[in-house]
Nanobody
Framework: QAQLVESGGGLVQAGGSLKVSCVAS????????MGWYRQALGKQRELVAT???????NYTDSVKGRFTISRDNAKNTVYLQMNSLKPEDTAVYYC???????????????WGQGTLVTVSS
């Protein structure tokens, strides 16, 4: 079984920066796309950014130019650098990855437990 553990959330003032990380561990043969989602209080979970194992990235429009997703395949880690943060970025940020345990098994979607990012005005 693979697990994702996020870290790096916290409280930051508007205009500030924060970097969150997510490490995959456990039974891992390979990892395809990794990504970050967020869920604000009372709202649905939404995609923030994704990155393939080849480095192709995709961002939701509201974070383009402010957030950068990256990954270290050797460390099974994905990062999200968040700059120029706004109060509306406040949410629980969840890591997501498509992982397979062996060459003969299918990719399974795995979620982390989430890390809270709070941006004060």
């Amino acid at each position: 079984q693979a697990q994702l553990v996020e870290s790096g959330g916290g409280l930051v003032q508007a205009g500030g920066s924060l970097k969150v990380s997510c490490v995959a561990s456990g039974s891992i043969f390979s990892i395809a796309a990794m990504g970050w989602y967020r869920q604000a209080l009372g709202k649905q979970r939404e995609l923030v950014a994704t990155i393939t194992n080849g480095g192709w990235t995709n961002y939701t429009d509201s974070v383009k130019g402010r957030f950068t997703i990256s990954r270290d395949n050797a460390k099974n880690t994905v990062y999200l650098q968040m700059n120029s943060l706004k109060p509306e970025d406040t949410a629980v940020y969840y890591c997501n990855a498509k992982i397979r345990r062996s060459f003969v098994t299918a990719y399974v979607e795995v979620w982390g437990q989430g890390t809270l990012v709070t941006v004060s005005s």
